[in-house]
């Protein structure tokens, strides 16, 4: 399949869902460095698209490139609003790098910002959520 959307998008670059399947892919193969660049190449179509940088993070934070894994976690989830279950991923993954990197203001400044939605988040962002309480000690 993947050989196949990669053929459509050497035709054209407007199509949002093969641009989202490639990259779903490529990062079930973890396969980041393949994913950090299609997904830098997406960006340039389709920068409103929560979900490529969602990839974006993914692929710098396995990459080592924390910096540039929180920047891009922080714009998808500024780009969240009625994706629930986008905008939870963005939020786990933007308190574990939090939590790996010392990063504590930002984090508690996260938790503050969004534990008043607790109720739409699934158990796992809410896990996510009091490990981060313990990690910071309250």
Same mark, same amino acid.
């Given at each position: ?79 969240? =609003? ?10 786990? =993954? ?17 938790? =503050? ?26």
């Amino acid at each position: 399949a993947l050989t196949c959307y990669q053929k459509v998008l050497d035709r054209t670059k407007t199509i949002f869902p093969v641009w989202n399947q490639t990259l779903t892919i490529l990062e079930e193969q973890k396969n980041y460095a393949a994913l950090q660049a299609m997904a830098e190449k997406a960006l340039d179509y389709f920068p409103n698209q929560a979900v490529v940088h969602y990839y974006s993070g993914i692929a710098n934070e396995q990459l080592n490139q924390p910096q540039d894994a929180i920047t891009a976690y922080k714009t998808g989830l500024n780009l969240t =609003s009625k994706n629930i279950a986008l905008q939870g991923d963005l939020l786990k =993954s933007l308190l574990h790098l939090y939590v790996k990197n010392q990063k504590q203001n930002e984090a508690k400044a996260l938790l =503050s910002k969004y534990l008043a939605k607790e109720a739409e988040y699934d158990f796992s962002v809410l896990e996510v959520f009091g490990d981060t309480f313990f990690t910071l000690g309250e």
